[in-house]
């Protein structure tokens, strides 16, 4: 079975700062994906980078990279040069090669301080 | 117009009601998903649906039911549901359920609470 570990309940950051969102992972498929996802308090949740098991580099989109380190099974998010607007929960998630056991993470809570 | 838009936003109703709730997707997609998000729970998938066909339902209770008119239309029926029940209802799309990469994109949900 897929599990998805965040053992980072909540973090702080101050403004313009980087701060990174820590993720694990387990799965026996070889192939897989892994995505990092935004909810803030309106409740929608905001897709932001994903990796393929089998990409070579680290993804990133804008702002956000992913620190993926497939031997230690972590998929890391780094937001560089924080926002007052980046305050929301964070989750990562995985899914299977043919789409199934789209698993989530229990979040991240990151607080962007003035 | 945004992707995925669902229908309530805000949902409170008592144990013995009825009520649907609406999830319409903008986006061209053929898959559909319905998650529930309890307080200091992870996200919980409930319901795929793949080319208006039901290809997974995770042990979810028959009090809720969820129908697929067509690609773009999904909705969650209620019916008896329970305190417990309430919960973040988000709905899901994307391009197709059975490729791993595929990403989904999530409306902003129906808070529901049941009294």
């Known amino acids: 079975a897929q599990k998805i570990t965040q053992t980072q309940p909540g973090m702080f950051v101050q403004e313009k700062e980087a701060v990174t969102l820590d993720c694990t992972y387990d799965?026996?498929?070889?192939?897989?994906?892994l995505f990092w996802y935004k909810q803030p308090s309106s409740g929608e949740m905001i897709f932001l980078i994903y990796?393929?098991?089998?990409?070579?580099q680290n993804a990133t989109e804008g702002r956000y990279s992913l620190n993926f380190q497939k031997a230690r099974k972590s998929a890391n998010l780094v937001i560089s040069a924080s926002q007052l607007g980046d305050s929301a929960m964070y989750f990562c998630?995985?899914?299977?090669?043919?789409?199934?056991?789209?698993?989530f993470g229990p979040g991240t809570r990151l607080s962007v301080l003035p | 117009e945004t992707g995925v838009t669902q229908t309530p936003r805000h949902l409170v109703m008592g144990m013995t009601n009825k009520k649907s709730l609406k999830c319409e997707q903008h986006?061209?997609?053929?898959?559909m998903y319905w998650y529930k998000q309890s307080a200091k729970k992870p996200l919980e998938l409930m319901f795929v649906?793949?080319?208006?066909?039901?290809?997974e339902n995770n042990s979810v209770p028959s009090r809720f039911s969820p129908e697929c008119p067509n690609s773009s239309h999904l909705f969650l029926h209620l019916h008896t549901l329970q305190p417990e029940d309430s919960a973040l209802y988000l709905c899901?799309?994307?391009?197709?359920?059975?490729?791993?990469?595929?990403?989904?994109?999530f409306g902003a949900g129906t808070r529901l609470s049941v009294l």
């Open positions: 899901a799309s994307s391009q197709d359920s059975r490729q791993g990469g595929n990403i989904q994109y």
């Open positions: 799965t026996s498929d070889p192939s897989y994906g």
């Open positions: 990796q393929g098991s089998y990409d070579q």
């Open positions: 998630a995985m899914r299977g090669p043919y789409g199934q056991n789209f698993v």
């Open positions: 986006l061209g997609h053929n898959a």
């Open positions: 649906y793949s080319l208006e066909e039901r290809v």
